[in-house]
């Protein structure tokens, strides 16, 4: 089965520093999402890409954050100078569909940042 | 801006008993999404409703929406040790391209066996 996946699965970082995390959405799949979750707490939406393009953000999703899909499979979240509130768990995200069907998304299996 | 809320935040039951848990939205929405968080891992789709009153069953959890589309609640019958984990429901907020989904808070069971 198909599925979406993310490297690193770990990364510790000192802050101030850039990070990339990368994700390899399913293929076929053409919306593509970034979420978080700080430990303990609920998943929060940062991003979604659609058509090569930003489609929204949200307020966490700022100037220091980037998104990119460089080439037709990987799509990836850049944070330029990291900040030890950003240590979370980083989800990447693709459904086939959106709009006012909801298709479900597929969410792979997260990278841990660790800023220290 | 739209918020989903979920109650109870946690829920410890004996191995067999029954689970519930609550979502509630701020606003009506055009569908609600559920999906399971394993301790350690990431949230997996269980399931998507639709219509008004829609009920949907998966062999022991019940899934059930709202008539006015602003509440839904996820029911286990029995619970299993397998169970465990942590139940978020979505509900997605429409974009001109695409969504978003707006997580609840969500219920972590734990299961003593």
């Known amino acids: 089965e198909p599925e979406v996946t993310q490297t690193p699965s770990h990364q510790v970082t000192q802050m101030g520093q850039e990070v990339i995390l990368r994700c390899v959405p399913i293929?076929?799949?053409?919306?593509f999402y970034w979420y978080r979750q700080i430990l303990g707490q609920k998943v929060e939406f940062l991003v979604s890409f659609y058509n090569n393009e930003i489609s929204e953000k949200s307020e966490i999703f700022d100037d220091q954050f980037s998104v990119e899909r460089p080439d037709g499979s990987n799509f990836t979240l850049k944070i330029r100078s990291t900040k030890l509130e950003d240590s979370a768990m980083y989800f990447c995200a693709s459904s086939i569909r959106s709009r006012t069907s909801g298709y479900e998304q597929y969410f792979g299996p997260g990278t841990r940042l660790t800023v220290t | 801006g739209q918020q989903v809320m979920q109650i109870p935040q946690y829920q410890h039951v004996q191995e067999g008993e029954d689970f519930t848990t609550y979502c509630n939205s701020s606003t009506t929405l055009s569908n609600i999404q559920w999906y399971k968080q394993r301790p350690g891992g990431h949230p997996v789709f269980l399931i998507q409703?639709?219509?008004?009153?829609e009920v949907k069953k998966q062999k022991r959890l019940t899934f059930q929406f709202g008539e006015a589309k602003k509440n839904s609640s996820l029911h286990i019958t029995a619970t299993q040790t397998t169970d465990v984990g942590t139940y978020f429901c979505?509900?997605?907020?429409?974009?001109?391209?695409?969504?978003?989904?707006?997580f609840g808070s969500g219920t972590r069971l734990l299961v003593r066996p």
């Open positions: 979505a509900g997605p907020l429409l974009m001109d391209s695409s969504y978003k989904l707006i």
């Open positions: 409703l639709v219509k008004s009153g």
């Open positions: 293929s076929n799949h053409l919306y």
